[in-house]
């Protein structure tokens, strides 16, 4: 799993609250990626970053941002978390010929 | 929509079977194609992959094919087994875009003993 690792793995929070996921990798991957999953939707890539201070946005970047300040640790902030933002996040990194997964965040907002 | 999508939600079959997995995408300018295997609670796991070179391609088991003339893409799982249960999803990579995939909504695949 190209030594991908997430916390918390799993949260509670209430609405208006600001969160933030870590993704920690140990591969040395330039390219890092956000994605939520959610019944009928499948992955949906937020943000993703190609380098230290590099990042762009996704397709579902509303609500999100995301910082990378070292190589290996990637976080996803939602600011002020809304109940449509309980989902399951997963991070990702691109290897040399594919994009490995960690296992995962699992996020409800009440 | 998406761009790429699967033909069937669930996929039920018996142990011991062969398996296909469907996949459609619509954008002729992607280059490479991976099927992710995802069980329950954890995150996709990299089955196969396969570039538009190629029109198949074999690993332990799984065997994938390209149809680029009707885009088109299938994993084959030979002998399926009941640790083979889990969700598919095929994934697309268009060239240029930051290596950014655009997954499929998968297939639920149930191995019966």
């Known amino acids: 799993d190209a030594g991908i690792t997430q916390s918390p793995r799993h949260k509670v929070t209430e609405t208006g609250t600001p969160v933030t996921l870590r993704c920690h990798q140990t591969?040395?991957?330039?390219?890092m990626y956000w994605y939520r999953q959610d019944p009928g939707h499948g992955l949906r890539l937020i943000h993703y970053?190609?380098?230290?201070?590099?990042?762009d946005k996704g397709e579902v970047s509303d609500g999100y941002s995301v910082s990378r300040s070292k190589t290996e640790d990637f976080l996803l902030t939602l600011e002020s978390a809304t109940s449509s933002q309980t989902s399951v996040y997963f991070c990702a990194t691109q290897g040399e010929e594919t994009q490995y997964f960690g296992p995962g965040t699992r996020l409800l907002v009440l | 929509g998406e761009s790429v999508g699967l033909h069937l939600p669930t996929l039920s079959v018996q142990e011991g079977d062969n398996s296909i997995i469907n996949c459609a995408y619509s954008?002729?300018?992607?280059?490479?194609f991976i099927w992710y295997k995802q069980e329950s609670g954890k995150g996709p796991q990299f089955i196969i992959d396969?570039?538009?070179?190629?029109d198949k391609r074999q690993g332990q088991r799984v065997t994938v094919l390209l149809n680029k003339t009707v885009k088109h893409l299938s994993l084959q799982i030979a002998a399926t087994q009941p640790g083979d249960s889990a969700v598919y999803f095929c994934a697309e990579l268009r060239g240029g875009s930051n290596y950014k995939l655009t997954f499929g909504k998968g297939t639920l695949l149930t191995v019966n003993p």
């Open positions: 396969i570039r538009s070179n190629m």
């Open positions: 591969e040395n991957h330039r390219y």
């Open positions: 970053s190609y380098g230290v201070k590099d990042t």
């Open positions: 954008n002729s300018a992607s280059d490479y």
